[in-house]
């Protein structure tokens, strides 16, 4: 199973992006084998758990790395980075979930919910 294993974290930010809720975590505790920076999960409207994730994973011998998870498989996606804090990859995770979900960022940009 590729999606997270998440026995705890702590919700930084949540986005309305189109028909899709954007929950972004951090402080990830996890039962699988990754390391996760962060993971933002992708929930669709009327759903109550994410279909996809995209997160940032520690990787052996090398330099944090984003990877898209769902429910099956897992990709680790080219470039992007240095992401030094939370911003700079919610940045990212905000273009990457863009062309996910087929949105177009200037008609249905993406607002941060309280």
């Not at 929950?23 to 992708?42: C, K, Q, R």
């Not at 996606?77 to 030094?84: N, V």
Request: aromatic share 10%; net charge negative; glycine share 6%.
């Amino acid at each position: 199973m590729a999606y997270p294993t998440i026995s705890s974290a702590i919700p930084q930010r949540r986005y309305q992006f189109g028909d899709f809720t954007l929950v972004v975590l951090s402080d990830i505790e996890s039962t699988d084998s990754a390391h996760y920076h962060y993971l933002m999960g992708i929930i669709a409207q009327g759903k109550q758990q994410p279909e996809l994730f995209i997160s940032l994973e520690n990787q052996p011998n090398s330099a944090p790395q984003i990877q898209l998870r769902a429910e099956h498989n897992s990709q680790c996606l080219p470039g992007g980075g240095p992401w030094k804090n939370l911003d700079s990859f919610i940045e990212d995770a905000l273009r990457i979930a863009a062309k996910l979900l087929n949105l177009d960022m200037q008609a249905y940009e993406p607002y941060r919910l309280q």
